[in-house]
């Protein structure tokens, strides 16, 4: 049933360029293109016609304020604009009548689907996770293939980091040349993580964090209770446990690991495979799957236990806002999607119950410093919009909403939980907007990224930096625990044994990959 729209989509998407991801190996070219319709239209009301307009290519400057009061929080004026359609760069039709027929879903509503949905709106973040984690068609459930680089690198034989990075790639060709024996696919989506890359050292680092701070804290009236979110092939899994089990026995005896998949695919690999290396091992008396989403968590865990969150963020859904730039007041983003699967950007001038705490909760946090999407001076604002063809609304801005939502699981069901995360703090090739994630596929073993996180669902990669500093407060604010954010390379100072992964020249990949990400961890 895809396939005429896939290929269509992707011979339009190869004719361009790759550009470098964070999580494959490509080209150092980069490219942006729309590879999906993304229309949004002029504003719009219940009497109009429909009309085409265009939006001004200049950009908003992003400013730090302090503000007295949270967006969002004023009463909403009465008028007779019932939805808004953001003037855009594209034609686009006036869709407000389908806007006011069409029924809202949820992500939720959507798992039982085995296709796309049609004449439907959502909201952006209902979007982004159906796109991303519907089990019948999402990206994690069908597309993604974890990178394993076989044997692990011997870095001290390896004489600098360019050497290192045509090992990595020789090895990335190996392994797709040897899946694309078994079955060709131009579509196949390959990526890796620093857990493979610098296998089984980076496990080993993240194991000394563990056991250090679970000697210092409740050993021995408690287990170590490990959860992970996201094990993909279960690697940072066997090295954590075989790191422990070498280094104290009588700690690996107290040590209980449980595995928390939404994907099926993913659940289904771990649970066959990793369970077979596991017990290869002997572990398996140590390891628990449990293929269910952590948003969906029900049961209290009372007792003392670490949650290990390794590139998880980024992947979360986000709620999209733009600003009224006379007022101020927040406009959340709703898609629509027609009966032929187009895609069409409304805004809202209020705010759902889950966007609205975020907002607040992220202002009561910060004390009300963060960036907007727009100028902090009226009156360039007001200036802007007297020009010809102004935009009526600012930049988007990309809420975490998501991700408070996981700090209330925390908080609920894991009351003694410690944090261990890392993520991305910055990532290059965004889409326009604040806080804005990469939007990228694969196609014929290149990445193409493209403008808008409004794309054939599944197909796509959708995935957000993390603002740190942020993030830290909202969690602490939720949790009432205290946290420390550090760069991926002071973490590794402190817990890796450097040597391991030192090349000849003296250059250290494992301090020199990943200069992008951050770790965030509960003390």
């Known amino acids: 049933m895809d396939s005429p729209i896939v290929t269509q989509l992707f011979r339009q998407l190869f004719r361009h360029p790759a550009c470098q991801s964070r999580r494959n190996i490509a080209t150092n070219t980069t490219t942006t293109l729309a590879a999906a319709p993304l229309q949004y239209g002029r504003r719009a009301r ?178 170590l209770i490990i959860y992970e979110m996201g094990a993909g092939r279960g690697t940072l899994m066997l090295n954590i446990l075989d790191y422990i089990r070498h280094m104290d026995p009588d700690i690996y005896d107290r040590t209980k690991y449980k595995i928390i998949e939404i994907s099926p695919s993913l659940a289904a690999l771990q649970t066959s495979q990793m369970m077979m290396d596991a017990a290869t091992r002997g572990h398996a008396s140590k390891v628990e799957i449990i293929n269910k989403s952590v948003f969906d968590w029900d049961e209290r865990v009372s007792s003392p236990c670490f ?20 007022t101020e007041e927040p406009l959340q983003g709703t898609v629509l999607i027609d009966e032929l699967g187009d895609f069409y950007e409304f805004y809202e001038p209020a705010l759902d119950p889950v966007a609205a705490r975020y907002m607040r909760v992220r202002h009561a946090a910060t004390g009300g410093r963060y960036p907007a999407p727009y100028s902090s001076s009226r009156t360039l604002r007001a200036l802007k919009r007297n020009l010809p063809f102004a935009p009526n609304l600012s930049e988007p801005e990309y809420l975490p909403t998501r991700l408070m939502q996981y700090f209330d699981i925390l908080e609920k069901y894991f009351p003694a939980h410690r944090l261990v995360t890392s993520d991305f703090h910055t990532l290059p090739d965004t889409i326009k907007g604040l806080n804005s994630p990469v939007v990228q596929t694969r196609y014929q073993r290149r990445m193409v990224p493209v403008t808008t996180p409004l794309v054939h669902q599944g197909y796509f990669d959708i995935l957000f930096p993390t603002d740190f500093r942020i993030m830290e407060a909202v969690y602490g604010a939720i949790t009432g625990r205290l946290t420390r954010v550090m760069s991926h390379e002071a973490f590794m100072r402190s817990w890796a044994f450097l040597a391991d992964t030192q090349t000849q020249s003296g250059e250290n990949p494992l301090l020199s990959w990943y200069k992008n990400a951050s770790m965030m961890v509960t003390v």
Do not use: C
């Open 307 to 326: 949650f290990l969150a390794m590139e998880v963020f980024d992947n979360f859904a986000h709620d999209i806002v733009r600003y009224d730039l006379a």
């Open 46 to 223: 219940q009497s109009q016609h429909r009309q085409r307009q265009q939006q001004s290519s200049s950009q908003q400057r992003r400013t730090m304020a302090t503000r007295g009061t949270a967006r969002g929080k004023s009463e909403v004026k009465q008028n007779n604009e019932v939805n808004w359609q953001q003037r855009t760069e594209m034609f686009s039709l006036d869709m407000s009548e389908e806007y006011k027929k069409y029924p809202t879903v949820t992500a939720n509503d959507l798992r039982s689907r085995t296709g796309r949905p049609k004449r439907v709106k959502m909201l952006m973040r209902d979007f982004i996770e159906d796109s991303l984690y519907n089990p019948h068609y999402g990206y994690f459930s069908k597309q993604v293939v974890i990178f394993s680089p076989g044997e692990p690198f011997d870095f001290n034989a390896i004489p600098d980091e360019p050497a290192f990075y045509a090992q990595v790639g020789r090895r990335y060709t190996e392994f797709e040349d040897a899946l694309d024996a078994k079955q060709h696919d131009d579509t196949r989506q390959l990526w890796h993580t620093p857990t493979e890359l610098f296998r089984p050292y980076y496990g080993e680092s993240i194991a000394r964090y563990l056991m250090s701070n679970y000697v210092m804290s409740t050993y021995p009236y408690d287990d």
